[in-house]
């Protein structure tokens, strides 16, 4: 098998991603394992199911590239993106300050309109995720369907 720039640049994603997913699930563990203060229902089964997950998702890419799935490494990836995207638009109302509006000096009606506010938050962070889902994956696939035409 000859080297060129491709090869090489799928053996250094490979290599990179999976170091890295090795390297935080294990960092992760030892972390969580050393840990002596806190609740250890917390730390055992959020946290470490929290730390796999994260570290997943990178070993997860090095698996995909490895074995060339590129289709399915572009769905992880829409997924990826779709997930910040949800989490940017669901903060929004913490960014402007709407949900201090169910605290304790706050009368029936703030209460009323922040949790409106906070419920339409929720839903827009989903069409917009999905949408952000739809789009990513389309544009992805693509360039790999683009790839895979040139090779035969």
């Given at each position: 098998?000859?080297?060129n720039t491709k090869s090489m640049l799928r053996?250094?994603?490979?290599?990179?991603?999976?170091?890295?997913?090795?390297?935080s699930l294990v960092d992760g563990m030892i972390?969580?394992?050393?840990?002596?203060?806190?609740?250890?229902?917390?730390?055992?089964?959020?946290?470490?199911?929290?730390?796999?997950?994260?570290?997943?998702?990178?070993?997860?890419?090095?698996?995909?590239?490895?074995?060339?799935?590129?289709?399915?490494?572009?769905?992880?990836?829409?997924?990826?993106?779709?997930?910040?995207?949800?989490?940017?638009?669901?903060?929004?109302?913490?960014?402007?300050?709407?949900?201090?509006?169910?605290?304790?000096?706050?009368?029936?009606?703030?209460?009323?309109?922040?949790?409106?506010?906070?419920?339409?938050?929720?839903?827009?962070?989903?069409?917009?995720?999905?949408?952000?889902?739809?789009?990513?994956?389309?544009?992805?696939?693509?360039?790999?369907?683009?790839?895979?035409?040139?090779?035969?």
């Open positions: 098998m000859q080297m053996w250094l994603v490979v290599g990179g991603f999976a170091g890295y997913g090795i390297y972390d969580l394992a050393q840990q002596h203060g806190g609740h250890w229902v917390f730390r055992w089964l959020f946290l470490a199911p929290l730390t796999v997950v994260v570290s997943g998702v990178f070993l997860t890419i090095s698996y995909f590239t490895f074995t060339r799935q590129y289709r399915r490494l572009c769905s992880l990836i829409a997924v990826v993106v779709a997930v910040a995207v949800f989490g940017c638009i669901i903060s929004v109302p913490d960014w402007l300050g709407i949900t201090d509006w169910d605290g304790p000096g706050a009368h029936g009606i703030l209460s009323v309109v922040g949790g409106l506010l906070s419920i339409l938050a929720l839903v827009a962070a989903w069409y917009g995720a999905r949408w952000i889902y739809r789009r990513a994956h389309t544009f992805l696939l693509k360039y790999v369907q683009h790839e895979s035409n040139n090779a035969a």
